[in-house]
C-alpha cells in the first residue's frame, strides 16, 4: 500500500533561518506531489504542485520554493524564513489525472519566532 | 477563483443526530471531493462525486452536487463522537490537477 511520509512533525525556528522540510512517498510511482499551508482554523493554501520530476508549479509568489530531485521526494525550503511563512504545512500525493483523490501527510507545524 | 466555500463554519450536534455540511462554489468544474481533518492531522479523503453525478453514498455518509445551484452537501447520519473534525470540501476544475479547498466547517459531536 501506499504511504507519505512528511518530517520534522514541528519545527521552530528563528526569523531569517533557513528551512527544509521533506516529503516522500512510497508504494507509488510518477505521483502528483503537492505543498499546501494551512493557517489555525482556515482552508488549505497551495503553494506548489509536481506532475514530475523538475516540474514544479508555482502558486502563490513568495520567500519559499520547492523541488523535486527523484520521482516521490518532493522538498519544501526557505533561505530565510519571515514571521509570516508559520503555519500547519502539508504535503500530499495523487495519482495522474484529473478524477483522483489527495492522500496527506500529517503535517509539519512550523513557528517562526 | 473556483474555491469552494462551506456553510455553517462551525456546527455543534448532539450525538446520533444528523449533520449536514453545505459547500458553494463559483466556476465549472470536473468533480468534487469532502476531506476530513482531525485536530492537528492532515487530510482524508471522503468522497469524491464527479460532475455528472447528483447523489453519492458511502456509509453513512451521503454527498449530494446541483452543479447548477453550484452547490453540493454532505451528511452525515447518525453521528458519532468520533465523527467530531474539520470537514472541507474541494474542487477540481477542467483538465486541472489541482484542488482548491473551502475553508472548512468544524463540526463538534456532543455525547
Known amino acids: 500500500s501506499q504511504t507519505i511520509h512528511q518530517w520534522p512533525a514541528t519545527l521552530v525556528q528563528p526569523v531569517g533561518s533557513p528551512l527544509s522540510l521533506e516529503c516522500t512517498v512510497e508504494?507509488?510511482?510518477?505521483?502528483?506531489l503537492y505543498w499546501y499551508r494551512q493557517a489555525a482554523g482556515r482552508g488549505l493554501q497551495l503553494l506548489f504542485y509536481s506532475v514530475g520530476i523538475g516540474q514544479i508549479s508555482s502558486e502563490v509568489p513568495q520567500n519559499l520554493s520547492a523541488s523535486r530531485p527523484q520521482d516521490r521526494q518532493f522538498i519544501l525550503s526557505s533561505k530565510k524564513l519571515l514571521l509570516s511563512d508559520s503555519g500547519f504545512y502539508l504535503c500530499?500525493?495523487?495519482?495522474?489525472?484529473?478524477?483522483?483523490?489527495?492522500?496527506f501527510g500529517d503535517g509539519t507545524r512550523l513557528s517562526i519566532l | 477563483s473556483q474555491q469552494g466555500e462551506e456553510d455553517p463554519q462551525a456546527l455543534s450536534i448532539q450525538e446520533g443526530e444528523n449533520a449536514t455540511m453545505n459547500c458553494s462554489y463559483k466556476?465549472?468544474?470536473?468533480?468534487l471531493q469532502w476531506y476530513r481533518q482531525n485536530s492537528g492531522r492532515g487530510l482524508v479523503h471522503l468522497i469524491l462525486?464527479?460532475?455528472?453525478?447528483r447523489e453519492k453514498h458511502s456509509g453513512r455518509l451521503r454527498v449530494t452536487l446541483d452543479t447548477s445551484k453550484k452547490s453540493s452537501s454532505l451528511l452525515i447520519t447518525a453521528s458519532r463522537a468520533a465523527d467530531t473534525a474539520s470537514y472541507f470540501c474541494a474542487t477540481n476544475g477542467r483538465g486541472a490537477q489541482k484542488l482548491v479547498f473551502g475553508q472548512g466547517t468544524r463540526l463538534t459531536i456532543n455525547p
Open positions: 466556476t465549472s468544474i470536473n468533480n
Open positions: 462525486i464527479r460532475s455528472n453525478e
Open positions: 500530499a500525493w495523487s495519482d495522474q489525472g484529473a478524477l483522483q483523490p489527495q492522500h
Open positions: 508504494g507509488t510511482s510518477n505521483p502528483n
